[in-house]
C-alpha cells in the first residue's frame, strides 16, 4: 500500500488466476465481517494491462463502508473478495482512430491514469490530452508520475478549483463549457470523462454542445454516496 493524497492510498493485490485486464476497466471489492455482514464497492483498476499485480488506487469516503477499511485498516497479507474485471464500453484499445481527450474529476483520474500508463507502456504515440480537476494542488493523485510522463504527444492541464498555489498561472475554476473550448476543440476523435455523477453530466453535455460526437465521448461516474 502507497499513499497518493493525504486521503488516496493506492492497494497492490495479488488476485491468483488473473487473467488481465483492459485499461478502464473495474473491479467489485467485498467485504465481510465477522457476524457475516457484507458490503460491496466498485473501484477502478489503476494498474496498466502490462502490470503483473493488480492496483486499486482508494480514496477515503468518511462515512464509507469500504473504503476506511482499504486505506486506515487493511494490512499485507489481508485477503479481499474480488470479482471482475468488470466494463468492456468505458476502455482504451492500442491505436486509437485519431487524438484522445481524458477528462477527470477528483478520483476520476483512476481508470484514465491506467489508459495513461498503458499508453506508456505501449509507446503509444497518439496525440492525448488529460483536463484534471481537483481541489488543490494536496489533492491531484499520481502528481509525480504524471510530471514524469508529461510530453511525447502526452498534454497536462490541471484545473484547481478551491485553492491554489501563489505561483500559479493554470486554470482556477470548475470545468464548464468555457474552459473546455479553451482546451478541448472538437477535433477529438474520442473523449473519456470520469468522475462524480454531477461533473460527468456537465462536462459529457458541454462537449457534445461544443461538436464533439455523442457517440466517441464515453463515461464513467460514481455517486457520493460510495465509499
Given amino acids: ?41 466498485s473501484y477502478s483498476i489503476a494498474s496498466a494491462p502490462s502490470t503483473a499485480a493488480l492496483e486499486l488506487t482508494v480514496e477515503r469516503i468518511d ?7 482499504l486505506t ?29 481527450l481524458l477528462v477527470a474529476g477528483g478520483s476520476g483520474i483512476v481508470p484514465l491514469m491506467a489508459m495513461v500508463r498503458q499508453r506508456a507502456a505501449n509507446g503509444d504515440a497518439v496525440r492525448t490530452r488529460l483536463l484534471y ?14 510530471a514524469r510522463l508529461g510530453g511525447d504527444g502526452l498534454d497536462i492541464v490541471y484545473t484547481l478549483t478551491r485553492e491554489q498555489p501563489d505561483e500559479w498561472t493554470g486554470f482556477a475554476r470548475r470545468v464548464e463549457r468555457t474552459l473546455l473550448e479553451e482546451v478541448a ?8 470523462v470520469c468522475g462524480p455523477t454531477p461533473f460527468v453530466e456537465a462536462v459529457a453535455s458541454a462537449l457534445v454542445e461544443l461538436g464533439h460526437d455523442p457517440a466517441r465521448v464515453r463515461t464513467e461516474r460514481f455517486g457520493p454516496t460510495g465509499g
Fill in 1 to 41: 500500500m502507497r499513499p497518493e493524497t493525504p486521503r488516496a492510498k493506492t492497494i497492490v493485490l495479488d488476485v491468483p488466476g488473473w487473467d488481465g485486464h483492459r485499461a478502464g476497466q473495474h473491479v467489485d471489492v467485498r467485504l465481510t465481517a465477522e457476524d457475516g455482514y457484507q458490503a460491496q464497492r
Fill in 63 to 69: 462515512d464509507g463502508e469500504v473504503s476506511p477499511y
Fill in 72 to 100: 486506515a485498516e487493511a494490512q499485507t497479507g489481508d485477503q479481499l473478495e474480488v470479482r471482475g474485471p468488470v466494463g468492456g464500453y468505458f476502455v482504451w484499445d492500442p491505436a486509437p482512430d485519431g487524438p484522445v
Fill in 133 to 146: 480537476s481537483a481541489r488543490s494542488l494536496d489533492d491531484v493523485i499520481y502528481a509525480g508520475e504524471l
Fill in 185 to 192: 476543440p472538437p477535433d477529438f476523435a474520442l473523449a473519456f
